[in-house]
C-alpha cells in the first residue's frame, strides 16, 4: 500500500477503554530489543497508573507466538483484561517475521485477533511497532461479511528505524496515560519520523469498514447485480417470450442498484462493527449509507 494515511479524527480515548498492554516482541538477537527497552525503561520503573498492568513476554518461534495469543485470550474471557496488544517485530507484505525467520501470516494473525475482539465486542487495540504494518489491513477486504478484528489499530505505511520506535512510543504511552490524549499521543509517536509518508496512523474498524465496502462497491457489486439480472430475465422469457426484455433488463438493474446495495451495507455494518453484540458501538462507530455514497460517487462506476 502505498502512500500515507490520515490518522481518523475519533478520539482514541472517547472510544476504547484499556486496562492491560501487553508488549510481544521476537527480535533477532543482534537487534536492539525495544519492546524489552519500553518495559524495562518506562512502565516497570516509571511511576504509572496504577489501574493499568503491563506484561512484556519475548517470543522464540511461532508455537511461543501462538500460544501466548491463547493465554491473552484466556485473561480476555476468565479476568475481564481490555488490552492493547503491542507487536514488536519486523513486518512485511506476508505478515510478522519472528526471531526464527518464521513467518506469522497476516490472514491467521487476523483471525486470532478476531477472536479476542468478538470476546470483547469490539473493544481491542492493536499496536504495530514494526515496518509495513498497514500490509496487515490487505488481509481484511474479504471481512466484509464478518467482524472486524480490531477496534482501533496504531500502524507504519513504510519502514521505521529502531530510534523511532524507541523514543516514539515511550512517548506515545507516556501522553497517552497522562493526558489522556490520543491525539497529542500520536503526534508525539510521530515527532522523530521527518517523512510523512512514513508515519504511524490510528485507524479505526469505522474507517476499515468504509473502505472495505468501497472496494465491495466497485468490484463485486455490479457483478453480482448483472448476475442476478439475467437470472430475472431468464424467467420472464419462460413465461412471456413476448415482453420488452431491454427495458425490463434496464429497470431491473436500477432498482437492484439501490435497493439491494443499502440493504447489504446495513447487514455487513451492524455485524462488522458488532452493532448487535454492544449496543454502544452504534454511537460509537457510527455510519451511514449516504455518507459513503456522498464522498465516493464520482469514483463508483
Do not use: W
Given at each position: 500500500m502505498g502512500g500515507g494515511l490520515k490518522t481518523t479524527s475519533l478520539s482514541f480515548f472517547m472510544i476504547?477503554?484499556?486496562?492491560?498492554?501487553?508488549?510481544?516482541?521476537?527480535?533477532?538477537?543482534?537487534?536492539?530489543?525495544?519492546?524489552?527497552?519500553?518495559?524495562?525503561?518506562?512502565?516497570?520503573h516509571n511511576d504509572v497508573d496504577n489501574r493499568y498492568d503491563f506484561e512484556y513476554q519475548s517470543i522464540k518461534n511461532a508455537n511461543g507466538f501462538k500460544t501466548f495469543l491463547e493465554i491473552v485470550f484466556s485473561e480476555i474471557k476468565d479476568k475481564g483484561v481490555f488490552p492493547i496488544i503491542h507487536f514488536e517485530m519486523h513486518g512485511?507484505?506476508?505478515?510478522?517475521?519472528?526471531?526464527?525467520?518464521?513467518?506469522i501470516q497476516w490472514k491467521d494473525l487476523a483471525f486470532r485477533l478476531l477472536k479476542m475482539n468478538i470476546e470483547l465486542k469490539n473493544k481491542l487495540v492493536v499496536v504495530f511497532a514494526l515496518c509495513y504494518g498497514v500490509h496487515f489491513l490487505s488481509a481484511f477486504y474479504e471481512f466484509m461479511d464478518f467482524r472486524t478484528p480490531f477496534a482501533g489499530l496504531?500502524?507504519?505505511?513504510?519502514?521505521?528505524?529502531?530510534?523511532?520506535?524507541?523514543?516514539?512510543?515511550?512517548?506515545?504511552?507516556?501522553?497517552?496515560?497522562?493526558?489522556?490524549?490520543?491525539?497529542?499521543?500520536?503526534k508525539g509517536l510521530n515527532e522523530l519520523i521527518n517523512e510523512e509518508d512514513r508515519r504511524y496512523s490510528?485507524?479505526?474498524?469505522r474507517w476499515l469498514f468504509k473502505e472495505a465496502f468501497v472496494q465491495y462497491l466497485k468490484l463485486c457489486s455490479a457483478k453480482e447485480r448483472n448476475k442476478r439480472t439475467e437470472r430475472i430475465i431468464t424467467k420472464i422469457k419462460s413465461?412471456?417470450?413476448?415482453?420488452?426484455?431491454?427495458?425490463?433488463?434496464?429497470?431491473?438493474?436500477?432498482?437492484?442498484?439501490?435497493?439491494?446495495?443499502?440493504?447489504?451495507?446495513?447487514?455487513?455494518?451492524?455485524?462488522?462493527?458488532?452493532?448487535?453484540?454492544?449496543?454502544?458501538?452504534k454511537s460509537l462507530f457510527a455510519i451511514e449509507y449516504h455518507e459513503i455514497m456522498?464522498?465516493?460517487?464520482?469514483?463508483?462506476?
Open positions: 476504547f477503554k484499556f486496562n492491560k498492554v501487553y508488549i510481544i516482541e521476537s527480535l533477532p538477537e543482534n537487534e536492539m530489543k525495544t519492546g524489552k527497552s519500553l518495559y524495562e525503561e518506562f512502565f516497570h512485511g507484505k506476508e505478515g510478522l517475521r519472528l526471531s526464527s525467520s518464521e513467518v496504531i500502524a507504519s505505511t513504510d519502514y521505521v528505524k529502531a530510534g523511532e520506535i524507541k523514543y516514539g512510543f515511550q512517548k506515545f504511552y507516556k501522553m497517552i496515560l497522562e493526558t489522556k490524549n490520543g491525539n497529542d499521543a500520536i490510528f485507524l479505526s474498524c413465461t412471456n417470450p413476448n415482453a420488452e426484455i431491454t427495458k425490463i433488463r434496464k429497470e431491473l438493474k436500477e432498482y437492484l442498484h439501490k435497493n439491494n446495495q443499502e440493504k447489504y451495507f446495513i447487514t455487513a455494518r451492524d455485524k462488522f462493527l458488532m452493532y448487535d453484540l454492544d449496543g454502544s458501538n456522498g464522498e465516493k460517487s464520482t469514483t463508483l462506476h
